[in-house]
């Protein structure tokens, strides 16, 4: 089985080995994916913009096709060159595709598939991994020794040196999502250097480089472990207890504001209502859960999923207006209002799996 882990991913990723033409791309951290993936392109041909050695199919119409992604693998490109595939995932089962390309040979191509959160015994996840021509590339949100290295990348990258209470404040703002750290440290280091050139308060690092200050993380960068709230609301619906108070827990470390949290959960419940209510008039889940699309990333499909087999139009409304009123007591109460909101969002996973 090739399903790379920690350094090794990094290692393929800075020389693919083209015995293994295959790669699934997969995992939580949407950003992560698809900067994998980008890299893996970049990689793998002179021009991603030409659409002559860079073909892009959507996995859904894959599915309903499956033989064309093997002759995409076979073309030749029409000015010669290098050649590459990219498959993005969706909501169809893309693994007889896939099982298709691996037991053919063809051409010098590189076959890169974007997929979201895949579990262990997924179709596609177990045909990539089994193959010898394959390999399976896991994206898990950054830990903290991931965070300051990205950190300290992006700093060096601008040049930049970083104080260490900065560099210790940065730690619980970000995660969650790979690109969007890169976005709010990027955003860090135009600030940073703009007021270096200004001659301003920021101070000199290492080889008289100018040095960023903890006055400009707190100046500076918004919350993007925020969208780690998308993991604490499917948390809540799908009924993990466990894993909505470790969520809970990030919230507090990253001071998450409760109303932030219960907003965020506002507006799923009135989607998975809506989706509900749909259902119930005859339409097939995966067409409801397909409704959701423009609102969430298409990694969350399968916890939609899951919550709305486990929630009815009527408990939904009731949960509805749970979270309005605790919304309210929130607003009403400020220093009860961390206490609330999790008292709510619990009490919300509690009742999930109830059947009523």
């Excluded at 007591?329 to 008292?343: G, K, L, P, T």
Aim: aromatic fraction near 4%.
């Amino acid at each position: 089985m090739v399903a790379l882990k920690g350094g090794e991913v990094e290692r393929f990723l800075a020389r693919p080995d083209p015995a293994r033409p295959i790669v699934l791309v997969y995992g939580p951290d949407a950003g992560l994916v698809r900067e994998r993936v980008q890299a893996l392109i970049a990689a793998a041909v002179d021009d991603p913009g030409d659409p002559f050695q860079l073909a892009r199919l959507d996995g859904d119409e894959l599915a309903g096709a499956p033989a064309r992604l093997l002759d995409e693998a076979n073309t030749i490109p029409l000015f010669g060159g290098r050649r590459a595939v990219l498959v993005r995932a969706g909501a169809r089962n893309l693994a007889p595709a896939v099982e298709a390309l691996i037991g053919a040979a063809f051409p010098d191509c590189r076959v890169v598939i974007e997929a979201g959160d895949l579990r262990r015994n997924s179709p596609l996840r177990v045909a990539c991994e089994r193959a010898r021509n394959a390999v399976a590339l896991p994206c898990y949100p950054d830990a903290e020794r991931d965070l300051l290295r990205l950190i300290d990348e992006e700093m060096h990258a601008s040049g930049l040196a970083i104080s260490p209470d900065a560099r210790a404040a940065l730690v619980p703002l970000l995660g969650g999502d790979r690109l969007a750290s890169r976005h709010e440290l990027r955003k860090l280091a135009l600030y940073a250097g703009g007021k270096s050139s200004t001659k301003s308060s920021t101070g000199k690092g290492s080889g008289d480089r100018p040095r960023v200050e903890l006055a400009d993380v707190i100046a500076v960068v918004s919350d993007a472990s925020a969208l780690e709230l998308d993991e604490l609301i499917d948390a809540v619906f799908a009924g993990s207890t466990g894993e909505v108070e470790a969520q809970l827990a990030k919230a507090r470390t990253a001071a998450t504001a409760p109303g932030t949290m219960l907003s965020a959960a506002v507006r799923h419940v009135g989607q998975l209502h809506k989706a509900r209510l749909v259902m119930e008039e005859g339409t097939p889940l995966g067409a409801a859960v397909e409704g959701f699309a423009p609102y969430v990333h298409f990694s969350r499909k399968d916890a939609i999923g899951a919550a709305l087999r486990l929630w009815t139009c009527a408990r939904l409304a009731r949960a509805m207006s749970q979270l309005a009123d605790a919304a309210l007591d929130a607003r009403r109460q400020s220093a009860m209002a961390a206490v609330i909101a999790e008292r709510a969002l619990l009490a919300l996973a509690a009742n999930a799996r109830r059947k009523e």
